[in-house]
């Protein structure tokens, strides 16, 4: 399940199956319930992304070989205007 890429979706979906209730032992109507649910689950989803993406880089970088050792990569040149109106 390393490879899976959707863990924020299934973390947002859970936040909002949790809140769902909540909005409604607060009393909230459908609609209003509903809003608060979509809200909980785009802060849940968005906070999850930022954790696996954080971690994901610092596991990249811990593997990368320094700048020091024989097979790191060399210094990339600045990428100029021209280069990216190409693409």
Known sequence: MGNFRGWHIVAGAAAMACAIPVAYAMGLNFVAAFTFACV????????????????????????????????????????????????
């Open 40 to 87: 909980v689950f785009v802060a849940v989803a968005m906070w999850v992304e930022s954790k696996i993406a954080r971690r994901r880089s610092e596991a990249a970088r811990a593997a990368a070989p320094s700048a020091g050792e024989p097979g790191a990569p060399a210094d990339e040149t600045p990428v100029s205007a021209e280069d990216t109106a190409s693409e």
